[in-house]
C-alpha cells in the first residue's frame, strides 16, 4: 500500500489518508489490477483491506483511513465484513475512522445491493464515499440511490478548471447537490494553485492531488507547509 493524504486547507489539517494499492516493490495499481479476476476478486479485496489497517496502525495514522472496496466483491455485507472487523480489533483501528471508498472501475449493476451494502456499513460505524465522481460508472444515478458520507470528484473534472467556465459550473452545481444532501465533496488530483484556488472559491475544503503530496510508500506523506493558506 501507498497512503496519500487527503487535507482541509481550511482548519490547515489532514484529514483523512488513501490507501492505494501498490505491487511488493511498488509496482502501480494498474499492473496489480491486471491480475484481478473473478476468481480472486473477493480475496483481493479482503486482503487489501486488512493490509491497509495494518499499515495505518504500524504507522501510527492519526486522521480517518481511506479504503477502496470492490463492489462487484461484496455478496453479503455481514459476510465480507467480519474481515475488516477482526482486523481493526487485532490491531486496534477505530472502526468509525474507516471510510470505504466505492470505486468506479467497475459497473454496479445492483444499485440496490450496493445502497444495501453502504446502509449496513453505516449501521456498523463506518463511513463511505463515492470515488471518481464524474467518470467511469460513477454518475448521477449512483449519487441519487447511494447514500454515502463523501463524494470524491475525478481528476477529469478538476484538470484546468481555472480555464474552464463549464467545468466550473459542473463542479459548482455538484457541490450544490451535494450540500443540500449533506454530502462532503472532497476534489481528488489537485495539481495546480489556479485549480486549488478555483475550487476553493467553489466552497470546497477537501483536496487530494500531487500538488499537495504524492503517495508514499508504506509510509504516510506530509504536505508541504508553504501550501497552508
Not at 493524504?5 to 488513501?18: K, L, R
Not at 485549480?195 to 509510509?219: D, H, M, N
Request: proline content about 4%; glycine content about 4%.
Amino acid at each position: 500500500m501507498a497512503f496519500q493524504p487527503i487535507v482541509n486547507t481550511t482548519t490547515q489539517q489532514i484529514f483523512a489518508h488513501e490507501a492505494l494499492v501498490r505491487g511488493v516493490n511498488n509496482e502501480p495499481a494498474g499492473q496489480v489490477f491486471e491480475q484481478v479476476n473473478d476468481t480472486n476478486r473477493y480475496r483481493f479485496d479482503q486482503v487489501c483491506r486488512t493490509k491497509a489497517i495494518k499499515l495505518a496502525c504500524e504507522l501510527a495514522m492519526p486522521s480517518l483511513l481511506s479504503i477502496n472496496f470492490m463492489p462487484n466483491a461484496v455478496y453479503q455485507p455481514e459476510l465480507c465484513i467480519r474481515t475488516t472487523l477482526a482486523a481493526a480489533e487485532q490491531y486496534g483501528f477505530p472502526i468509525e475512522r474507516i471510510v470505504f471508498e466505492i470505486t468506479e472501475s467497475e459497473k454496479v449493476e445492483d444499485l440496490a445491493h450496493l445502497r444495501s451494502i453502504v446502509e449496513y456499513y453505516h449501521a456498523r460505524g463506518f463511513k463511505t464515499a463515492i470515488d471518481d465522481f464524474g467518470a467511469g460508472y460513477a454518475g448521477l444515478n449512483l449519487l441519487a440511490e447511494v447514500p454515502t458520507d463523501f463524494v470524491k470528484l475525478d481528476m477529469a473534472l478538476i484538470r484546468k478548471i481555472d480555464r474552464d467556465q463549464v467545468r466550473q459550473a459542473i463542479v459548482r452545481g455538484i457541490v450544490q447537490v451535494c450540500r443540500e444532501l449533506s454530502r462532503t465533496v472532497i476534489a481528488e488530483g489537485v495539481e495546480t494553485d489556479e485549480e486549488w484556488t478555483v475550487l476553493q472559491s467553489l466552497g470546497i475544503e477537501l483536496f487530494q492531488g500531487f500538488y499537495f503530496a504524492k503517495p508514499a510508500f508504506q509510509a504516510l506523506a506530509t504536505p508541504s507547509q508553504h501550501l497552508w493558506r
